[in-house]
C-alpha cells in the first residue's frame, strides 16, 4: 500500500501480511475512500483516502479475500482438493471462431455468450486489454457476442473486477461477473450481505487460477521478445489456439510470440504475488461455474502438444450453474463430454501441489508471525495428510527460510 499509513484495520492486517489480491472489493465497499492504484512492481492494491465508517470497516472485514474466504458443501459431492461441486465434465464452444479465441476451449465465453443470448442476464461484467497498455487489464461490459469474443482468452496480469462494482450494476440490468477464484469469493460474500447486489449479479463465473504476475512480468515477456512497449499496439497472454501463444503486435503490423511454455513457465510464474502462493482456493469454489484447462499435460502441467482445438474443463459449483451449462448445451452454444474428478490431479498438478503444501506453508507463516488469511471449510488438513512427510517438512522450511529472507527493494 502506498502513501501514508491506513486508518483501517483491516487493510493494514492484509498489508503487513502481503495478503492483498487484488480484488477490488475494499475500493466497492468503501467508494471514494479507498481506491485500486497499480503500486510497483505491478500490482493492484488499495490505497484508503479517507478514514472508513464502521460499517465499510467491517464490510471489508468480511469480504476481503485476503482476510479469508470459507465455503460449506452443503449437500454436493465434495473432492479434497476440488472443493464442492455438482457436476464436473469437459466442453467447448460450438462457434468454431470463440473456440479458436478462448483460452482453451472458450467454455466460458460459450456460457456467457449463451446467457446473453437467452436473455438470462443483460450485460456481462468481465476483464479484456488495456486499449493504453496492452499488457495490462481493464474492466469491460460486454453485452453482445462480439464484446464476449474481445475479451476471450486468459490474461496473466492483475485485475480487479470488484473495483466500481456496486454502482456499475445499480441500473436495473442484470449482470454475470466473471473473476478469478478470489473475485467470486469476494463477490459471493458482497452478495450474501447485499440483497440489492445479489439481485442485480445472479451469475458468478470463475477458471482454475494458479496466480497473478505483476506487470513486471508482463513487461518481461515484452522484453524477451525484444519487443519496445512504445510499439506494442495489442498484446493476448493466451487464446488464438489452445495453448496459444504470448504475442505482441507491433506498430507496423508484425507479431512476435513465444509458447505458453517459455512465457507462463519461464518468465510470468515468477512474477507471481504472495497472495497466490498461499492461496487455498485456485479453483473457485465460490463461483456458480469454473472452466480451466483440460488437457493432458506433463508433469509440471504443461500440455504434451503444440496445438489443437481447445477443450475446457467445466465444474459446475452451484445447482443453478448446473442448470444454466444444462441449458447452454441443449441450446446449441456448447458441447460437453463426461469427466473422471479422479483424472484432475494429473493434469492440475500445480493446483494439486499447492493445495497440498498450503498447510505448511501456513504453518511456517504463522510461526514466523506473520498474518495469513482465515480459511474456513477448504479442507487444508486433508490435502496436507495427502503430502508425503518429507515434502510437507521441505514445504514448511521452504517457506520459513523464504519469509526471512529480505525482500527485494521495489
Ligand atoms: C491469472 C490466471 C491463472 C490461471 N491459472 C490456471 C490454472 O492454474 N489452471 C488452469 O487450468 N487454468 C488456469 N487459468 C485459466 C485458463 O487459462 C482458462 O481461462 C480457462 O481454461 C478457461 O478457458 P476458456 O477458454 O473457457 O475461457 P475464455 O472463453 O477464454 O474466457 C476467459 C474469461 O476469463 C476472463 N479473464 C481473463 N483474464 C482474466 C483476469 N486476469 N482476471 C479476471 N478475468 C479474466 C475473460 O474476461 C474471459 O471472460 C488461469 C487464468 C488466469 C487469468
Ligand atoms: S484482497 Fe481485495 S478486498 Fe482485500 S485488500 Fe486486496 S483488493 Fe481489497
Ligand atoms: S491464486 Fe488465488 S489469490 Fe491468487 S489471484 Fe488466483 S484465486 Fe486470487
Redesign the pocket.
Known sequence: MTGPRPASASLARVMQGDLCAGCGACAALAPGKVRMAMVPPGYLRPVQDAPLAAAEEAAIARTCPGLGQGVAAAGRTEAVLWGPYVSMQTGW?TDPD?RF??????????L?VHLLQAGRVDA?I???ADPDQPIG?VTVVSTDAAG?RA?????????A?LDGLPARVADGRRYAV???PC?AAALRAMRDADPALAAAVPVI?S???????SQAGGRAVLAALDADPARVTAFRY??MGWPGRATARLDDGSDRSMTYHDSWGKILSRHVQHRCKICAD?TGVAADLV???AWESDAE?YPRFEEVP?V??IVARTALGAELLEAARAAGAIKTAPFDVADLAAI?P??RDRRRALWARLAALRLAGRPVPHYTGLQIAAAARQNPVGRNIRNFIGTLRRTFRPRPAR
Not at 207 to 213: I, S, T, W
Request: glycine fraction near 22%; charged fraction near 10%; include cysteine.
Open positions: 464452444a470463440l479465441a478462448g483460452a482453451s476451449g472458450g467454455g466460458l465465453s460459450a456467457l456481462v468481465q476483464i479484456a487489464n464476449v475479451a476471450a482468452g486468459s490474461r496473466y496480469a492483475p485485475s473486477p466473471v473473476g478469478k473475485d463465473l477458471f482454475f487460477c494458479a496466480g497473478v504476475p493466451r487464446g485456485g472452466c480451466a484447462d502441467g481447445g475446457s474443463l492440475q500445480g493446483q
